[in-house]
């Protein structure tokens, strides 16, 4: 059995947490991780307060253990969404896309524990400052929204900068990962791709075949023009995306509005052709549909194999 | 050098922008800096200039954080 600081502070069996992913990480999947031991998290993505307080209560139906909401902190309801949480006080909000500063002491005050992802040693002491339980550093190897430090590069260098736990994030979907991480001084671990594949997760069909079907080289970065760069798999989507953005007579306004509503034609309408399939790098990792439970006990079953046989490389 | 100075120095750098083109009136936004940029930034202010600086949402303008700063060194 793995326990850290996180696990024990947050009441879970497995250090993990489900990461926060727009018109995927909705109730089911959130109840079905946190279920399984792991820290399911409700992705608050761009809706208002509706839907998340409908997503909150509804996951409270599924699971009595604690499960976390992700809040995006460019989402045009994002003050709205804020409030929620600080009515309904899910254990955990992790936050992505900024500096969720103005919102912390509210959240902290209402008893959460807030958790930003962040890309930067800068952004870890911030948020640090402000009172964050811990951080998930997340590394380029990602889906959806990347920053440019790889994980194995970030995850130290944040764990060296802050006192707070450090979860990492990005290229992680096995026991090796897992183990890997608790080396470079991680907590814990959040995975978002291993997930889209979990038989809990809502999203279409097609999307979970095409991260089955994916091979190593099939993830590619888009939007680094307009400063959003999104990691997802390599499709006619982003093939006629990448032609736009390196052709400089498109202009951002145009290439902004090519982006909007391809993940919802993917994760909802399993649409092969429009639709933008965000995954990470391990994507290629990912070889079944199952439940999450299976997913989580297999990883970490890996990862005691590995480090108690660790000492091998000791000599 | 002047508070106005040292920031619009920290900015540039930050962001490669030529100083000159730094003006006070400025919000984090016109001079293109994203949340990344800002937390960079506010930590190298704070390493150069000896001061806290907490982002709130009443810090937008390169004025702003001058006159926060100034309000520290008090």
């Known amino acids: ?88 006080k899910p254990a ?95 907590a814990g671990v959040q995975c978002g791709t291993m997930f889209l594949c979990a038989d809990e997760c809502a999203v279409h069909d097609n999307y979970k075949q095409k991260v089955i079907a994916a091979k190593d080289i099939d993830t590619v970065v888009t939007g680094k023009r307009l400063n959003h760069a999104v990691r997802s798999l390599r499709t006619s989507f982003t093939r006629k995306y990448l032609e736009k953005e390196f052709d400089p007579s498109t202009s951002g306004d145009e290439l902004e509005a090519l982006g909007v509503g391809a993940l919802r034609k993917a994760a909802v309408d399993g649409n092969m052709e429009e639709g933008c399939f965000l995954a990470g790098q391990v994507a290629a990792m990912v070889h079944a549909i199952q439940p999450a439970e299976t997913m989580i006990r297999n990883m970490f079953q890996g990862a005691e194999t590995l480090l108690k046989g660790a000492s091998t490389w000791v000599k | 050098m002047s508070t106005f100075e040292t920031i619009a120095k920290l900015i540039a750098e930050t962001k490669d922008l030529d100083i000159n083109n730094i003006k006070p009136e400025m919000s984090f936004a016109d001079l293109g800096l994203d949340s990344l940029d800002v937390a960079e930034l506010v930590m190298n202010m704070e390493d150069e200039l000896g001061v806290t600086i907490e982002i709130s949402p009443s810090l937008k303008t390169v004025q702003d954080v001058v006159a926060l700063v100034d309000e520290q060194k008090k």
């Not at chain 1, 608050?44 to 409908?54: F, I, K, P, V």
């Not at chain 1, 992700?70 to 994002?78: A, K, Q």
């Not at chain 1, 450090?166 to 991680?186: C, P, T």
């Open chain 1, 92 to 186: 955990v909000v992790t936050t992505g896309a900024g500096l969720p500063n103005a919102y912390m002491k509210d959240w902290i005050d209402a008893g959460i524990k807030v958790i930003p992802v962040v890309p930067s040693t800068a952004m870890a002491k911030l948020v640090e400052r402000a009172g964050a339980f811990a951080v998930i550093a997340e590394g380029g190897e990602s889906g959806g929204h990347v920053g440019d430090l790889s994980t194995i590069a970030l995850v130290p260098q944040v764990v060296d900068a802050v006192k707070i736990p450090v979860i990492a994030a990005g290229g992680i979907a096995d026991g090796r990962g897992v183990a890997a991480a608790m080396m470079l001084g991680a």
């Open chain 1, 1 to 88: 059995m793995i326990t850290t600081v996180l696990s024990e502070a947050l009441g879970l069996r497995y250090p993990i947490f489900q990461g926060g992913m727009a018109w995927v990480s909705e109730a089911k999947l959130a109840a079905a991780v946190s279920n399984a031991g792991g820290l399911g998290i409700i992705s608050a993505m761009n809706a208002n307060a509706d839907y998340l307080r409908e997503q909150i209560r509804k996951c409270r139906e599924l699971t009595d253990k604690p499960f976390g909401v992700n809040i995006m902190l460019m989402s045009p309801f994002v003050k709205d969404v804020a409030r929620v949480c600080v009515e309904e």
